[in-house]
């Protein structure tokens, strides 16, 4: 009973100030009062574009990875492919007699190799190295995209490397 008592109490309270405010507003001379809304407009978008865009942006991406998976397996192949680019490109500069656009022998493929690898150990982000397969799947990419001589394979060239380094 209270209860009801109150919210008719508050409801009237209500009702009455909308109209105590009306007659207010009629009975006061108009005055001209102007704002200017660009000040607040700039400040609102760069508050928008310093803030919020970024954090619905992550969010976004976020969605992405979790409904579409191949989003997120796309990404990490094509940082695994500039990682296994870039550490090629690194042995084979560092390593006497091995060149980029001809054949590279036995031995100097294997210092390539390993000069990548570590490269790659020494410099990479963690999470790129695990998305090669470690330092051994790394390796593997380096190996793939040398140009090997004919005589070269898996087993003189990149077996010897493979035993030297960690399993992951």
């Known amino acids: 009973m209270t209860r009801k008592l109150l919210l008719a109490a508050l409801a009237f309270a209500c009702a009455v100030s909308v109209v105590h405010a009306a007659e207010v507003v009629a009975t006061v001379p108009t005055t001209a009062v102007e704002f200017s809304a660009a000040p607040w407009i700039a400040l609102l978008r ?3 574009l310093t803030a919020v865009v970024p954090v619905v942006a992550g969010y976004v991406i976020q969605a992405l990875r979790r409904t579409y998976p191949m ?3 796309f990404f990490t192949q094509r940082r695994v492919e500039q990682l296994g680019n870039a550490v090629t490109e690194f042995g084979i500069n560092a390593i006497p007699g091995a060149v980029k656009e001809g054949k590279v ?4 493929g294997s210092a ?3 000069k990548a690898v570590q490269y790659g150990i020494d410099n990479a982000p963690a ?3 695990e998305a090669a397969g470690g330092p ?3 390796a593997k990419i380096v190996f793939r995209k040398l140009n090997l001589d004919d005589e070269a394979n898996e087993a003189n060239t990149l077996a010897p490397i493979l035993s030297t380094l960690p399993k992951k």
């Open 105 to 108: 022998s036995v031995n100097v």
């Open 127 to 129: 999470k790129a190295m």
């Open 71 to 73: 989003v997120g397996l």
């Open 46 to 48: 760069e508050i928008l």
């Open 136 to 138: 051994q799947g790394l």
């Open 112 to 114: 390539v190799i390993a």
